[in-house]
């Protein structure tokens, strides 16, 4: 929370048309956040369940009555092991790990944020609020990278047993062994996908929250939407781009729609208005041309 004082020199300012920074993106923040995914929970299980193919195989070549429940047995047991391996702290570390960092970067944006307005530095400590904010995005991570997993072995026993005699797409005992490996590794690619997708969409709604947390804490009541500017930029965001907007009034145009990093893969930011004088229609850039969605 800011001291009194900077809530007083806030209140005071009459800067409405004076331009404050974005602060950096979250790129090396999402990157980092992907690396520690892969390095504690997907690459563990990717390369458990090669190690794994010989028992797969075993249970692929089973009578075709009791295929499905060996098969279902196998895959079982060998998730039951990668969960005593990979416990709960571990899936939490990278979450926790990039939420850490994304509140330490909310915490430099807005005191350069409020050093550019005001020409004056800002104590701001973590309150009550903030940690609970945190952690329920830390949690809701924890289950994200959980359906990861889910959804990997749940895949790789339904296209083994496709491959496995009796299945959909039956094929021959000579060759099953590869079969199964193409299956290991195009499944664990999806997982690597799945997990890139998570740290891009995740890492921005984190810094978005944040920002709208420590910005209305400040009494900041209206934002100026700024986008990327580049070709990534979806059309409606484009429109939006250097127009403000209400905190209290979240735009609504589309089913995923928010403010400025809210919606899935958005990189738009709000950039705080400092304007405690009352309500002033802020001039909107003029566009230069649509942009490709994203």
Not at 44 to 62: N, T
Request: hydrophobic residues 35%; positive net charge.
């Amino acid at each position: 929370m800011p001291t009194p004082e900077t809530t007083r020199k806030l209140r005071e300012a009459k800067l409405t048309r004076r331009r404050v920074p974005t602060g950096p993106s979250s790129r090396l923040i999402e990157r980092s956040y992907l690396g520690l995914i892969l390095a504690d929970v997907v690459e563990p299980m990717i390369e458990m369940m090669l190690a794994e193919v010989p028992a797969l195989l075993a249970a692929a070549g089973v009578r075709s009555d009791s295929l499905d429940l060996t098969l279902r047995a196998t895959v079982g047991d060998i998730r039951i092991r990668f969960g005593q391996l990979v416990t709960r702290n571990i899936f939490e570390r990278a979450p926790r790990s990039a939420a850490g960092e994304t509140n330490r970067q909310s915490k430099r944006i807005i005191r350069r944020q409020v050093k550019a307005a005001l020409g004056v530095s800002m104590v701001d400590a973590d309150d009550v609020q903030t940690a609970a904010l945190v952690d329920a995005w830390v949690a809701r991570n924890v289950a994200l990278i959980r359906t990861v997993e889910s959804r990997y072995f749940e895949t790789i026993q339904r296209k083994i047993l496709e491959l496995a005699p009796g299945g959909t797409r039956a094929v021959g005992r000579e060759g099953i062994a590869d079969a199964i490996t193409g299956v290991v590794d195009s499944t664990g690619r999806t997982a690597r996908f799945n997990a890139a997708r998570i740290a891009r969409d995740q890492a921005g709604k984190l810094k978005a929250q944040l920002n709208e947390k420590r910005q209305t804490d400040l009494g900041v009541t209206e934002y100026t939407w700024d986008t990327s500017n580049d070709e990534r930029v979806r059309d409606l965001h484009a429109e939006r781009d250097q127009r403000r907007f209400k905190w209290a009034e979240p735009p609504n145009e589309t089913e995923d729609d928010g403010h400025p990093g809210e919606p899935i893969n958005c990189r738009c930011v709000a950039r705080p208005v400092f304007d405690f004088t009352g309500p002033e229609e802020a001039p909107s850039r003029p566009l230069t041309g649509a942009r490709p969605s994203t």
